[in-house]
């Protein structure tokens, strides 16, 4: 079993800052990428900032120079510090992670419950 938790959501007022967290736990052997995806009320998941082990990351151009994806591999943590926040930035926002669970397997996408972000104007 490998379990993704997500915390750090909240409401907030347009131009506030929050920092959504994600811990990576269970039968781990090895994490590959991670990242963030988010939905919004009838819309489809998209990506929202990928990163990967040697820190490589790569976003969405609605969250360019706003939002910044960051890891730390030693605790299989992954992390969204989101900036100038707007209103239609609200949204669930879900982490993902392709984990290996011992050396002969190969990676899988494993998604977190969610948390929900919530933007007042």
């Known amino acids: 079993q490998v379990q993704l938790v997500e915390s750090g959501g909240g409401l907030v007022q347009a131009g506030g800052s929050l920092r959504l967290s994600c811990a990576a736990s269970?039968?781990?052997?090895?994490?590959?990428?991670m990242g963030w995806y988010r939905q919004a009320p009838g819309k489809q998941r998209v990506l929202v900032a990928l990163i990967s082990t040697g820190g490589s990351s790569n976003y969405a151009d609605s969250v360019k120079g706003r939002f910044t994806i960051s890891r730390d591999n030693a605790k299989n943590m992954v992390y969204l510090q989101m900036n100038s926040l707007k209103p239609e930035d609200t949204a669930v926002y879900y982490c993902?992670?392709?984990?290996?669970?011992?050396?002969?397997?190969?990676?899988?996408?494993?998604w977190g419950q969610g948390t929900q972000v919530t933007v007042s104007s």
């Open positions: 993902y992670a392709t984990v290996r669970r011992d050396y002969s397997a190969p990676y899988y996408g494993y």
């Open positions: 269970g039968s781990i052997f090895s994490i590959n990428a």
